[in-house]
């Protein structure tokens, strides 16, 4: 057995409301997937394109406590399980603890659907806290589509934008991951930093304070582009060149973009994860697997 996926974030929100947008089948269909169904103590279902395996609903609620949910979800064969705790952190503040059962980085290699459980759920509480917050929320994986295209609206200005996607230290700060980055044509990126990645992806195409390709070998090459339009930014995102859809590291990406929103358009901008010794790197970390 492998060791679980732990992750752990704070929702500016009551513990009410986030309980709320975590058990009402409305609000899931609103951040978390197509369809859902809740009968709690007794069924707590989602699935559609969004949902890994999400041709139907495959999972089995075990528990329910007065702000906790466990429940069992059939991934590639195999009986998964997921908990989720809510625990009150003030009147206004909650911290969101996520404990996934049955991920492996040896999965994301294989191409395992359970391989896109860390990315998964990392993009779902980033929506879930946004949600919440009444905020925008990242769009989420099309687990039936090949195509891995997107387009944000950063409320802040291309120069700024750019600045936070080249820069070494800037990414790191809101990726939440060490990331070296050489912003030049034959430059390295490398996620953990240059020191604690041998084999770095490489930088393919550079238009100074616009775009950037990157060669990130057998998961394809990652392409962005800048446009600003009334003090705003519009980032293109695409990842194509894979003979397998890479969902998992699609998903970390998007994780990666909910962050960087964050990260420009709030003035107290602090990250919404939390870390213990034990706990998995933010999911976005593994965007280049």
Aim: glycine letters at 8%; charged letters at 20%.
């Amino acid at each position: 057995m492998t060791a679980p996926v732990n992750l752990r974030a704070r929702a500016a929100a009551p513990v009410k409301n986030v309980w709320h947008a975590l058990t009402d089948a409305a609000e899931l269909r609103g951040w978390l997937a197509e369809h859902a169904e809740v009968e709690l103590p007794h069924r707590y279902e989602f699935w559609g394109r969004h949902v890994p395996e999400g041709d139907a609903p495959h999972q089995r609620l075990l528990d329910v406590g007065e702000h906790s949910l466990r429940f069992t979800w059939l991934l590639d064969g195999e009986e998964t399980s997921t908990e989720i705790t809510l625990t009150e952190e003030s009147a206004d503040s909650t911290i969101i603890a996520l404990s996934q059962s049955h991920w492996s980085f040896q999965d994301v290699i294989s191409g395992s659907v359970r391989g896109v459980l860390e990315t998964y759920w990392s993009l779902a509480i980033a929506n879930l806290v946004d949600h919440v917050e009444g905020r925008p929320l990242t769009s989420r994986t099309d687990f039936t589509s090949a195509t891995l295209r997107e387009e944000v609206v950063i409320d802040a200005s291309p120069e700024a934008v750019y600045e936070s996607l080249t820069d070494s230290a800037k990414a790191s700060e809101w990726f939440g991951y060490p990331i070296g980055i050489e912003p030049f044509v034959g430059g390295r990126y490398a996620m953990g930093g240059f020191d604690n990645n041998p084999n770095p992806a490489k930088v393919l195409d550079l238009t100074p304070g616009r775009a950037m390709t990157v060669d990130w070998g057998p998961a394809g090459v990652v392409s962005w582009e800048l446009a600003g339009s009334g003090g705003k930014t519009k980032l293109s995102f695409v990842q194509s060149g894979f003979d397998r859809p890479p969902y998992a590291a699609w998903t970390g990406w998007l994780s990666g973009l909910a962050e960087l929103r964050r990260y420009h358009e709030l003035a107290d901008w602090r990250p919404i994860w939390l870390h213990d010794p034990t706990d998995n790197v933010p999911a976005e970390a593994h965007a280049e697997s």
